[in-house]
């Protein structure tokens, strides 16, 4: 079945950079779009990049532009984030979700993985 | 950026009652939208694509339906596990962009 699991967050200084991974694995991830998207703690979901399958086109969210960088690799089955100059306002829980065979939609995600920034 | 807005912010009912929430688009998403529910400690889960199309495995008395700008979730008759959050989210455009939400209580 398909899984996606999100690893690289943590405890950051503002100002600091992270970058995070999600691992997929249960389908052919080359063939398939994949988003970031967030929530801050108590608070709504907030989508924040896209990459295609080919990683040819990138979309991203005004909040996050000129900060954060989307990747893949298709190689290793993996998605990435690198973020820079990191605000408490960044502060959420970062999931990756995916499309499916039978929706475009965020059909699949994975558990997450939280990012505190605070000094 | 097309602005979501779902209503009501709070709704609280019964098990066994119908729920009707309420998405409305700032502009026509024509039936580019989404309806996921997020259980507390979970991530979000897909119910319905295009307005009104249940994702596999959704029970049926999950429904969408709507087009434009104006757009509802109905749940039949409610069970213990559907007292959660639902959001919207369109992709008729760039950015992709979500409603705040509406949480679904029990009364």
């Known amino acids: 079945q398909v899984q996606l699991v999100e690893s690289g967050g943590g405890l950051v200084k503002p100002g600091g950079s992270l970058r995070l991974s999600c691992a997929a694995s249960g389908f052919t991830f080359s063939d398939y779009y994949i988003d970031w998207v967030r929530q801050a703690p108590g608070k709504g979901l907030e989508w924040l990049s896209y990459i295609s399958s080919s990683g040819s086109a990138i979309m991203y969210a005004d909040s996050v532009k000129g900060r954060f960088t989307i990747s893949r690799d298709n190689a290793r089955n993996s998605l990435y984030l690198q973020m820079n100059s990191l605000r408490a306002e960044d502060t959420a829980i970062y999931y990756c979700a995916s499309p499916s065979s039978e929706s475009r939609y965020f059909a699949h995600w994975g558990r997450g993985t939280l990012v505190t920034v605070s000094s | 950026e097309i602005v979501l807005t779902q209503s009501p912010a709070t709704l609280s009912l019964s098990p066994g009652e119908r729920a009707t929430l309420s998405c409305r688009a700032s502009?026509?998403?024509?039936?580019?939208l989404a309806w996921y529910q997020q259980r507390p400690g979970q991530a979000p889960r897909l119910l319905i694509y295009?307005?009104?199309d249940r994702a596999t495995g959704i029970p049926a008395r999950f429904s969408g339906s709507g087009s434009g700008t104006d757009f509802t979730l109905t749940i039949s008759s409610l069970e213990p596990e559907d007292f959660a959050v639902y959001f919207c989210q369109h992709r008729s455009n760039w950015p992709r962009t979500f409603g705040q939400g509406t949480k679904l209580e029990i009364k």
């Open positions: 295009d307005a009104s």
């Open positions: 502009q026509s998403v024509s039936s580019y």
